[in-house]
């Protein structure tokens, strides 16, 4: 079914499909406080718009390693989607690819990234490993990643066992349970456990595609990040779904202010509208990643579903820009944000 706002989307989606599945999509670590601390942090900030800025014509185009963006917009990487619909990770990946969307797949997904390059050669889709086994399984990954093309290679360290989710729990519900699979678990999520950021360096002594840590929220774990060679910082608490009472994306982007970071951002967690980009780019992220709505999208109306959520945006960021005053990247940065309770 057709849905013409975000949240239109998401009351679609529970209505359409299985109490514990959305369920599962929806909950947060233990009662879902960081989830909607991520949403409520965005909430709390305002914009101070400008007026007679001539911004007609918006610009947001840039370059991600080998590709270019037409928008600062990406699919974050989710798992287990053919529980969602059929055909799950490729109808996702139709849609992005109709937005011209960059996305990034999982290994913790049902298809595996050879698949998805297979079916959508052109596709601009990226893969995103869990250190979820040794390093010559990820190894394997890597070359994966390098002979399909892969812009950049992400790495989740934010999730190395499974959380407690009290909605997921409640609905007595296992995801591994629903949906097909086209691509082999992981062979030992243990291994998460056993890395430190030496593992950075081996990374990066077996491949050049650049390095994406995801799961940044500390300002040590960010220099970690920079001292180990990555090329792009991905700041997430994994949407509030791993360790709850994190802080939020927000929080330590206003800490980052201080520090002169020169690496790309890419920021998650909680964007459900045009202006919480506009937010997240003033508090400098260069890049967003979109979660839960690209599912409520699929589950809603499939590829057309996903595509939407994500023409949505786009055209809600640009009305957003132009009726407060914003004309390109270069308008973006603290200034224009109240950030207290004023
Ligand atoms: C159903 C679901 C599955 C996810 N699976 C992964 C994953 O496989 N790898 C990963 O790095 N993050 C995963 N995430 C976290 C997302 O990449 C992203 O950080 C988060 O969804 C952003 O928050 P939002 O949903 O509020 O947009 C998952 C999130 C959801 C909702």
């Given at each position: 079914?057709?849905?013409?706002?975000?949240?239109?989307?998401?009351?679609?989606?529970?209505?359409?499909?299985?109490?514990?599945?959305?369920?599962?999509?929806n909950?947060?670590?233990?009662?879902?406080?960081?989830?909607?601390?991520?949403?409520?942090?965005l909430?709390?900030?305002?914009i101070?718009?400008?007026?007679?800025?001539?911004?007609?014509?918006?610009?947001?185009?840039?370059?991600f390693?080998?590709i270019?963006?037409?928008?600062?917009?990406?699919?974050?990487?989710?798992?287990?989607?053919?529980?969602?619909?059929?055909?799950?990770?490729?109808?996702?990946?139709?849609?992005?690819?109709?937005?011209?969307?960059?996305g990034?797949?999982?290994?913790?997904?049902?298809?595996?990234?050879?698949?998805?390059?297979r079916?959508?050669?052109?596709?601009k889709?990226?893969?995103q490993?869990?250190?979820?086994?040794?390093?010559?399984?990820?190894?394997n990954?890597?070359?994966?990643?390098?002979?399909?093309?892969?812009p950049?290679?992400?790495?989740?360290?934010?999730?190395?066992?499974r959380?407690?989710?009290?909605?997921?729990?409640?609905?007595?519900?296992?995801?591994?349970?629903?949906?097909?699979?086209?691509?082999?678990?992981?062979?030992?999520?243990?291994?998460?456990?056993?890395?430190?950021?030496?593992?950075?360096?081996?990374?990066?002594?077996?491949?050049?595609?650049?390095?994406?840590?995801?799961?940044?929220?500390?300002?040590d774990?960010?220099?970690?990040?920079?001292k180990?060679?990555?090329?792009?910082?991905?700041?997430?608490?994994?949407?509030?779904?791993?360790?709850?009472?994190?802080?939020?994306?927000?929080?330590?982007?206003?800490?980052?202010?201080?520090?002169?970071?020169?690496?790309?951002?890419?920021?998650?967690?909680?964007?459900?509208?045009g202006?919480?980009?506009?937010?997240?780019?003033c508090?400098?992220?260069?890049?967003?990643?979109?979660?839960?709505?690209?599912?409520?999208?699929?589950?809603?109306?499939?590829?057309?579903?996903?595509?939407?959520?994500?023409?949505?945006?786009?055209?809600?960021?640009?009305?957003?820009?132009?009726?407060?005053?914003?004309?390109?990247?270069?308008?973006?940065?603290?200034?224009?944000?109240?950030l207290?309770?004023?």
């Amino acid at each position: 079914m057709n849905f013409t706002t975000l949240r239109e989307a998401e009351s679609l989606a529970k209505k359409k499909i299985r109490k514990g599945t959305f369920n599962w999509l929806n909950s947060g670590a233990e009662d879902d406080f960081t989830y909607r601390k991520n949403i409520s942090d965005l909430e709390k900030i305002k914009i101070i718009p400008r007026i007679l800025t001539k911004n007609h014509n918006i610009v947001l185009k840039q370059d991600f390693f080998s590709i270019k963006l037409n928008f600062p917009i990406v699919l974050s990487p989710m798992g287990h989607q053919t529980q969602f619909e059929k055909n799950g990770e490729l109808t996702t990946a139709k849609g992005i690819d109709k937005e011209n969307i960059l996305g990034f797949f999982s290994t913790q997904g049902r298809m595996g990234y050879d698949f998805l390059k297979r079916k959508l050669p052109k596709s601009k889709i990226a893969w995103q490993i869990f250190p979820f086994g040794d390093k010559s399984w990820i190894e394997n990954e890597i070359r994966v990643a390098e002979k399909f093309k892969s812009p950049a290679l992400c790495f989740c360290f934010d999730a190395p066992v499974r959380s407690h989710r009290y909605l997921d729990r409640e609905s007595r519900y296992d995801a591994r349970k629903y949906g097909k699979r086209l691509y082999p678990v992981s062979p030992d999520a243990a291994f998460a456990l056993t890395y430190d950021w030496e593992f950075l360096s081996w990374v990066k002594k077996k491949t050049t595609l650049p390095i994406i840590p995801k799961g940044l929220l500390n300002i040590d774990d960010i220099k970690n990040s920079i001292k180990y060679k990555s090329d792009a910082l991905w700041i997430s608490n994994h949407g509030g779904r791993m360790f709850n009472s994190s802080i939020s994306p927000v929080y330590i982007l206003k800490k980052l202010k201080k520090y002169n970071i020169r690496k790309k951002i890419i920021v998650d967690g909680g964007i459900r509208k045009g202006t919480d980009i506009i937010k997240y780019m003033c508090l400098g992220a260069d890049i967003v990643g979109v979660g839960r709505p690209a599912i409520y999208g699929l589950i809603s109306n499939g590829q057309l579903g996903v595509s939407q959520i994500f023409n949505i945006l786009k055209k809600e960021l640009i009305s957003a820009m132009q009726n407060g005053g914003f004309k390109s990247k270069t308008d973006f940065n603290f200034k224009r944000l109240i950030l207290d309770d004023e």
